[in-house]
């Protein structure tokens, strides 16, 4: 029996423990963008930039570090296909 996209989704996903534990290893860019994402996800890179006051540079850093420890997944935006927008993973 196979398991559902959703069954596997849900096994995918981090504990709020192990979620807190990894994010609290990260800089503060990385940190201030995941608590952006809390409220406002998903967002594009510009939206991010714009939301966290940080330089696009810096998201895209904290983009990185956050896609690196599994806090972060992205897709591409249904409003536009050439953007991709982030969403927490928890």
Do not use: C, I
Request: proline fraction near 4%; avoid cysteine.
């Amino acid at each position: 029996m196979s398991t559902s996209h959703a069954e596997t989704a849900d096994q995918d996903r981090l504990s709020e423990s192990e979620y807190r534990d990894r994010l609290r290893e990260l800089p503060p860019s990385a940190k201030l963008v995941a608590k952006v994402l809390e409220g406002d996800a998903p967002l594009s890179q510009g939206g991010l930039a714009d939301e966290s006051l940080l330089p696009d540079r810096t998201v895209r850093y904290a983009l990185n570090r956050l896609e690196e420890e599994g806090l972060v997944d992205s897709r591409y935006s249904f409003k536009d296909a050439r953007k991709q927008v982030y969403y927490l993973t928890v």
